[in-house]
Structures are given as C-alpha cells and as structure tokens.
C-alpha cells in the first residue's frame, strides 16, 4: 500500500510560481510512474505530466509545456511540481497519482494510487 500526500498549493498572482511536493510512503514507491493531474471547477480530472521510475521518461500536457518541471527524489520518496508563468486557468485541485508500472500509459485505469489533492488558486 502506498499514501501520497500533496502540499504546496496555495493562492498566487497571475505570473507566479508555486512548488507542489508529493511524498509517497512505502519502498517500493521509487520504482512507481509519478503523475499531476488537475481538476478545475466544473471540469474533468485531466493530465498534467508524469515522470517514470527512473525519470528518464517526462510527458507534459501542452497546456503546461514550457511552464511546469516535474521532477522526483526517489531517495526521499518525494516528487515535484514547479509551476512557473501561472495563468488563471491553471487553477485547479492539483492530484498526485502513482502507477506501480514503471511509466505511464496514459491511461487513468492504471493510476494505482491517488493523493487526496491540494488546491492551487491562481488570480487575475
């Protein structure tokens, strides 16, 4: 059993920047793809990047391509979330995810594990 645990989220201006951390408990947690998803007001959960096992392999949605930096330290179980140039749409319940398969498929069936999520507000 892995937990994820979200922290960072918070309010900022528009043009900011902001540093989500995921921690994952468990050993087996550095050998797991890591995926952001967000969930704006009124919307479905969506993509935002995933870093594989070994972090080789990074994707990013192309609405934050060129923005966010995903990045993990499997050392201490933990993976980031930089979010720079933030928009007012970029608002949104940001998710931590894990799948026990070494990248990810793309597909949400095989998301394993999921934070309970840590709100990012981003205002005009």
């Known amino acids: 059993q892995v937990q994820l645990v979200e922290s960072g989220g918070g309010l900022v201006q528009a043009g900011g920047s902001l540093r989500l951390s995921c921690a994952a408990s468990?050993?087996?947690?550095?050998?797991?793809?890591m995926v952001w998803f967000r969930q704006a007001p009124g919307k479905e959960r969506s993509f935002v990047t995933t870093?594989?096992?070994?972090?080789?392999?990074?994707y990013y949605a192309d609405s934050v391509k060129g923005r966010f930096t995903i990045s993990r330290d499997n050392a201490n179980n933990t993976v980031y979330l930089q979010m720079s140039s933030l928009k007012p749409e970029d608002t949104a319940v940001y998710y931590c995810?894990?799948?026990?398969?070494?990248?990810?498929?793309?597909?949400?069936?095989?998301?394993?594990?999921w934070g309970q999520g840590t709100k990012v507000t981003v205002s005009s």
């Open positions: 468990g050993r087996a947690a550095s050998s797991y793809a």
């Open positions: 995810a894990a799948s026990v398969k070494p990248y990810y498929t793309g597909r949400q069936a095989d998301i394993d594990y």
């Open positions: 870093i594989s096992a070994s972090g080789n392999i990074i």
